[in-house]
C-alpha cells in the first residue's frame, strides 16, 4: 500500500469516527433545546391559566382540551401531595389536523382558594417535529459532505505535498550507480524532505566515489598482475626452446610454467568475477541462444575430438534471451568446457533447448557432486587440480545477476547443468 493511501486511510477512519460522535452530540444537543423551548412555554401558558382562573373561577371546571389546550380538574390534597410538575409526550386527536398528532404535555397541581387543581397543558408537537426531521436530515447531508468534502481536499493537499517524495523514489528505482546516472532532486520548503535530498545526494556521492575507486583498483591491480606473469611465462616458454635441459630441470620448468598459466587464468576469472559482482557489464542484447551454442561447440570441437567425446544438440525451440552477448558466451563456455573435461570417453554431450531453458549433460565416472557447494568460489571435484575453481562460480553469478535459475541434477552417472530462463 502507497504511504498516501495508508496514511489517508488512517486518517479518515479518524474523521469518520469523531465526525460522528460530533454529530450524534450535536443532533441530540438540538433536541434538548427544542424540549427545552416547548417546556418553557408550557410553564409559561401555565402561568397565564393559573392568573386567569384568579379573574375567572368558571374555567377551574374545564374538563376538556379544545384550542385553549389546558384543563383544570380540582382534586383532594391526598392525590396532589406527592405529585410534581411532569413533562411528557403524547399524542392526541387535532381537530384541524383530523388526525392524531404528537403533542408535549405538563401536568401540574396549584392551590387556589383553599382548594387543590390538577392542570394540563398541551403544546402540539407537528412544527418542532418536522424541524428535529428536518434537522436530522440536513445534518446528515452535513456530515457526507463534509467528510467528502475534506477527505478529497486532504487527498489533493497529501498529493501535492508528498510530491517531491515520490518523484525522488521514482528516480531511484531506475537508478543505476554503473550507468553513472544523475538524481535530480525538487526543491521544497518541507525541512524534513531537504534533509532526506541532502542526505541522498551525499551517500550517493559517496557510493559513486567508492565505486569508481574499486573499479579502478580493480583494472589497475588487474593489469599489474598480467604483465609480469605474461613476461614470465614468455621468458620460460623461451628458455625452453632456446635450451638442452636435462628431463628433470624441463620437468621442473614446465611445472613453473603451468603454475604461471594457472595463476594467469585466476587472475582473468577474478577479475571477471569482480567485474559481474560490480554489474559493470550494462549493455543488453537479445542473444540467440541456438545459434550461440552452435558456436561454442564449433569453438569446443578440437577439445571434444582430444578428449573422444561427441556433442549432440536437441533443439527443441528456437531460443531467444535478453542479455549481455559476453556473458551469455562466458555462461555456455563455461559449463561445455566443464562437460567435455569431465566427460567419459566415447561418451555424449548433450544440449537440450526448449522454450524455456538449456540443459547441458556429460556422462562421467565422477561421483555426484556436492550441490551445496558447487558454485561457491574455489570450489574443486576431487579430479580438478588444475581447476582454478572459479568456473562455476562464475556461471551463478551470470545467471543470478539476469535473475534466471541455475541448478546441478545426477542421475545415473549422468550430470546435468539446467538454465531456467
Known amino acids: 500500500m502507497k504511504l498516501l493511501n495508508y496514511t489517508t486511510t488512517y486518517f479518515s477512519i479518524l474523521l469518520l469516527v469523531l465526525i460522528s460522535v460530533w454529530a450524534v ?7 434538548d433545546e427544542i424540549y427545552d423551548s416547548l417546556d418553557d412555554g408550557l410553564e409559561n401558558q401555565k402561568m397565564l391559566v393559573i392568573q ?22 380540582k382534586v383532594p390534597f391526598s392525590e396532589i401531595k406527592n405529585v410534581k ?72 493537499f497529501l498529493r501535492k505535498v508528498w510530491r517531491p517524495f515520490y518523484k525522488l523514489v521514482a528516480q531511484l528505482k531506475t537508478f543505476s550507480i554503473e550507468n553513472n546516472d544523475e538524481i535530480q532532486f525538487q526543491k521544497t520548503n518541507i525541512e524534513e524532505f531537504s534533509l532526506l535530498n541532502t542526505s541522498i ?71 571477471l568475477l569482480s567485474k559481474i559482482d560490480n554489474k559493470q557489464f550494462t549493455a543488453k542484447d537479445q542473444v540467440d541462444v541456438n545459434k550461440l551454442l552452435h558456436q561454442q561447440i564449433e569453438d569446443f570441437s578440437d577439445f571434444a575430438t582430444h578428449k573422444q567425446v561427441k556433442f549432440t544438440i536437441k ?27 569431465h566427460g567419459k570417453v566415447e561418451t555424449e554431450v548433450i544440449i537440450e533447448v526448449n522454450d524455456t531453458l538449456v540443459a547441458i549433460s556429460n556422462v562421467s565416472e565422477e561421483k555426484e ?34 535473475q534466471y535459475n541455475l541448478q546441478y541434477n545426477y542421475s545415473k552417472k549422468l550430470h546435468t ?3 531456467r530462463f
Do not use: C
Open 315 to 341: 533443439e527443441n525451440a528456437q531460443l531467444s534471451i535478453s542479455m549481455n552477448r559476453d556473458l551469455a558466451s562466458i555462461l555456455f563456455a563455461n559449463l561445455i568446457k566443464n562437460a567435455v573435461l
Open 201 to 271: 545526494e551525499r551517500l550517493l556521492e559517496k557510493s559513486k566515489e567508492s565505486y569508481n575507486s574499486q573499479k579502478q583498483f580493480i583494472e589497475n591491480a588487474a593489469h599489474e598482475l598480467q604483465t609480469p606473469l605474461a613476461i614470465s611465462i614468455n621468458k620460460i616458454e623461451l628458455f625452453l626452446e632456446e635450451n638442452e635441459l636435462h628431463e628433470k630441470q624441463a620437468v621442473k620448468l614446465i611445472s613453473a610454467l603451468e603454475n604461471l598459466e594457472r595463476l594467469t587464468r585466476l587472475n582473468k576469472s577474478l577479475l
Open 25 to 31: 452530540l450535536f443532533y441530540y444537543a438540538m433536541f
Open 52 to 73: 386567569y382562573a384568579e379573574k375567572d373561577s368558571t374555567i377551574l371546571r374545564k374538563q376538556n382540551f379544545d384550542e385553549s389546550g389546558y384543563t383544570i380538574k
Open 417 to 419: 547443468f539446467t538454465i
Open 85 to 156: 410538575d411532569q413533562y411528557r409526550d403524547t399524542i392526541m386527536y387535532m381537530q384541524n389536523e383530523e388526525d392524531y398528532e404528537p403533542v408535549r404535555l405538563l401536568e401540574s397541581v396549584f392551590k387556589q382558594n383553599g382548594d387543590y387543581y390538577k392542570i394540563k397543558v398541551v403544546t402540539s408537537m407537528v412544527e418542532e417535529d418536522d424541524q428535529l426531521q428536518n434537522l436530522l436530515l440536513y445534518l446528515i447531508i452535513l456530515y457526507v459532505a463534509l467528510l467528502i468534502s475534506i477527505l478529497l481536499l486532504n487527498n489533493v
Open 369 to 402: 557432486l556436492n550441490s551445496k557447494q558447487l558454485f561457491s568460489r574455489f570450489y574443486k571435484s576431487e579430479t580438478t587440480n588444475k581447476s582454478t575453481g572459479l568456473g562455476l562460480a562464475i556461471s551463478k553469478a551470470i545467471v543470478d545477476k539476469y
